[in-house]
């Protein structure tokens, strides 16, 4: 089963509006989650884990996150977007000692 | 503070070639991943090391070697390039499993 899935490839949103990027996790023991940014010609950058305690989980650059077990989700959000958040998303989780990463969604934030 | 470097940033390679890319982190981190980045795949996982000396497989190790001999540095080799290995490749380390990976710059590698 994968580990990570991201359902949307793309996902575009005007300047302004809250945007939501999906990721689902399988079930498999404990899970720890991440959500990385990357930006054109550069490596990934961390935004945000989610290890154990709150659900909602804050980042870098006013992103967030909510660990949903229930739904195996763990969402990446942010109330009102920006142009700079366009750029490619990434959640990942960890299955033993690996870090498995989703395909990856590409944010577009309209002006 | 270099974190995770990488070396070289490009390389083209003929077809049975073979090569090693270089990962060295100065942050004494115990876990080192190499990954390879591709349209639509997202970034795969091909070995990982948990600490100097080991290696193990990741989702997509045929066709590449890896070795921890000092802490500080993670190799790759391809022994005989194949086109299919064209690729962006991304060093990571971390400190444990549930710290954040710190990522270097890439290694764009075109095999023709």
């Known amino acids: 089963a994968q580990s990570v899935a991201q359902p949307e490839d793309q996902v575009n949103v005007a300047e302004g509006n809250p945007l939501t990027v999906k990721c689902t996790y399988s079930?498999?023991?404990?899970?720890?989650l991440f959500w990385y940014v990357q930006y054109p010609n550069r490596g990934l950058q961390f935004l945000l884990k989610?290890?154990?305690?709150?659900?909602l989980v804050k980042g870098s650059y006013g992103f967030e996150a909510e660990f949903n077990k229930s739904q195996t989700s763990f969402h990446l959000k942010k109330p009102s977007a920006l142009v700079s958040d366009s750029a490619l998303y990434f959640c990942?989780?960890?299955?033993?000692?690996?870090?498995?990463f989703g395909k990856g969604t590409r944010l577009h934030i309209l002006p | 503070n270099a974190g995770v470097t990488q070396t070289p940033k490009f390389r083209v390679l003929k077809t049975g070639q073979s090569m090693t890319l270089l990962c060295a982190q100065d942050?004494?981190?115990?876990?080192m991943y190499w990954y390879r980045q591709d349209p639509g795949m997202g970034l795969r996982l091909i070995h990982y090391?948990?600490?100097?000396?080991?290696?193990a497989k990741g989702e997509v190790p045929d066709g590449y070697n890896v070795s921890r001999l000092k802490k500080q540095n993670f190799l790759l080799g391809l022994e005989s390039a194949a086109p299919s290995q064209t690729s962006v490749y991304f060093c990571?380390?971390?400190?444990?499993?549930?710290?954040?990976?710190?990522f270097g710059n890439g290694t764009r590698l075109t095999v023709t």
């Open positions: 942050m004494n981190h115990e876990y």
């Open positions: 090391s948990v600490g100097e000396g080991t290696t």
């Open positions: 990942a989780r960890n299955r033993d000692d690996k870090i498995i």
């Open positions: 079930v498999s023991g404990n899970p720890y």
């Open positions: 989610y290890i154990t305690g709150d659900n």
């Open positions: 990571a380390s971390t400190q444990q499993g549930n710290s954040p990976l710190h």
